[in-house]
């Protein structure tokens, strides 16, 4: 059944169509971050640079900060922890000269300086303030740099539950359970078959001989099917228990999932509302825009 909640300006309804995919791909959320700050005295006419202090603020995913000026330049080494592939970097640097707070431009940041960096791979980074005397006449002093960083990406939650892929347990999934119950239950049909036969042939053959040497082939075929329908009829018991064993611990960890799901990532079958996204210290602005989220 489909209800009208809202009607649309047809040029709005169509770009949101057309806009709608990408807001499948789930948004990654802040993960951890660090801050590794530095402290040096400064004067870039005389091309010194003397470094005072360097410690770890907050978080380990910074290591080995360094300085370092060449002409007017200053070039920031550093290290940054490896994550995995899907997971990104955001990263944020200020800066303060004798207390009061600079405006770092965006131009004059080079090097590593970028809104998303991959966590993977090698990171050994380098960023480069530039041109310090084009912007500042008389730059020296006692400086400050602080150097935040941002890992984010999907949490890692309960049962492997990830928050851009409903946990699903559907007709396919089900399906091997099925064929193996069906299994399992033509084997005991078979073997009560079976069963049958060989006590018809006892019954019916092996008694009704008056001679041994008669009656043993009968006895033996009787004998023989027997066997096999016990076979048949306790092996359809095992694979029934088993995969009834199977498919409810798989049911229950199903619910388990979706229960997690809908705690930590939501439950609503579609849903758009309103986005105002927070400069956070890796961002340099803000966003506002809308948020699809859908569920199968």
């Keep these: 059944m489909i209800k009208k909640y809202l009607s649309l300006h047809p040029v709005l309804f169509s770009t ?5 995919p990408l807001h ?15 402290v040096a005295q ?33 070039t920031f080494s550093f290290q940054l922890q490896e994550g995995k592939e899907e997971e990104e970097y955001r990263i944020n640097i200020r800066a303060m000269l004798d207390g009061a707070v600079i405006n770092i431009k965006q131009e004059d940041l080079l090097g590593d300086y970028q809104d998303r960096i991959p966590a993977s791979g090698s990171q050994g980074k380098e960023i480069i303030w530039s041109g310090l005397l084009d912007r500042y006449y008389d730059f020296r002093g006692r400086l400050e740099v602080i150097l935040s960083v941002e ?12 928050c851009d892929e409903v946990p699903v347990f559907d007709g396919r ?37 008056n001679f041994e040497q008669a009656a043993e082939p009968f006895y033996q075929d009787a004998n023989d099917k027997r066997h096999t329908a016990l076979l ?9 228990v088993a995969d009834a064993a199977v498919y409810f611990y ?3 960890r199903h619910k388990k999932k979706l229960a997690t799901f809908s705690e930590f990532c939501g439950n609503a079958p579609v849903s758009v509302r309103p986005v105002y996204e927070r400069t956070s210290e890796a961002l340099a602005g803000s966003s506002i825009g809308l948020k699809f989220a859908y569920r199968f």
């Design 250 to 252: 798989r049911r229950d």
């Design 24 to 38: 499948l791909i789930a948004q990654n959320q802040l993960l951890s971050s660090s801050r590794s700050t530095i």
């Design 42 to 74: 400064i004067d870039i006419a005389d091309g010194q640079l003397e470094m005072e202090q360097a410690a770890q603020i907050q978080g380990v995913l910074i290591q080995s900060l360094s300085p370092q000026l060449q002409n007017d330049d200053i």
């Design 151 to 162: 890992l984010w990406g999907q949490p890692t939650l309960p049962f492997g539950v990830r």
């Design 16 to 20: 949101i169509v057309l806009l709608f």
């Design 232 to 240: 048949l009829r306790y092996g359809g018991i095992a694979v029934l």
């Design 173 to 209: 999934q089900k399906l091997p359970y099925y064929i193996a119950a069906g299994a399992g239950l033509a084997a005991l049909g078979i073997s009560f078959v079976i069963g049958s036969e060989a006590q018809k042939i006892y019954d019916d053959d092996y008694l009704s001989q």
